[in-house]
């Protein structure tokens, strides 16, 4: 990456950081609902070690998820309603680097966002048995391809409040579907398919491999599907732009 490149991504970043972090929607969704049901499911499990390790990987994966695509729903759509997007798209740099840069924020807020429950769990149990290597490693995965699905989202809409809704329409279902409170073989036969459809079905089971060391399927596996959803997420997004905005 070139000098100019460079100091373009960082000051789209910056910008982002300071414009929208603290806008509504990312403290009503992005940050407080996943505080209130870390709090929720930790009063409810009380103080007994084991049940607080087996609920922290969904989570962690949750405040993850709402906090990337809450993020995404209001930089995109905010910027696109205020035509300051386009005046991005004109400028010279690539397509590529320009949403990885309006995706980098996001991506740090999910992985901020992901540490509050490992706060809270720190003064309620021992966390000393947990693999931190895999669960930074699937932290940062979930909050890439949570953003890849929230940018996906955001360019598809044009208002704050449809890119939220939009974003409830996967989000919810995903809390029951990728086995982060319950395992999957619990749900009807005829909906785990669709589990292992959703890339958050492998990045919570990263989690509870490295937290509770009760993973389905391999890390590998685990990993290579995120990468491979990543990659997937975004092609669609950038074809959708070019598609929609450029030509």
Known sequence: MTMKRLTAFLSIVKKDVRAYYLKPPNISWGILFPLVWTGMFFIKTGRDMESILMVLPGMVALSILFGTTSMLAVT??????????????????????????????????????????????????????????????AILMIAIVSTFLGLFIAVSVSEVFEAQTFSNFFR????????????????????????????????????????????????????????????VLFILTLRNISRRWIM
């Not at 901020?112 to 003064?123: D, E, R, W, Y």
């Not at 086995?179 to 919570?204: K, M, N, W």
């Not at 391999?218 to 959803?229: H, I, W």
Request: charged content about 10%.
């Open 76 to 137: 995109v759509t905010f910027e696109r309603k205020a035509k300051s997007f386009e005046r991005l798209l004109l400028a010279p740099v690539p397509l590529g680097l320009l949403m990885t840069a309006k995706t980098s924020g996001a991506i740090l807020f999910g992985v901020i966002n992901a540490t509050g429950p490992f706060l809270v769990a720190l003064f309620l149990t021992d966390l000393s048995g947990i693999s931190w290597g895999v669960v930074l490693a």
């Open 172 to 231: 919810f279902p995903m809390i029951f579907l990728c086995g982060l409170f319950f395992p999957i073989e619990d749900l009807p036969r005829i909906l785990q398919p669709l589990s292992y459809v959703l890339p958050l079905t492998y990045g919570a089971d990263l989690l509870h491999g490295a937290i509770t060391g009760q993973n389905m399927m391999s890390f590998q596996l685990d990993a290579a599907v995120l990468l491979f959803s990543i990659a």
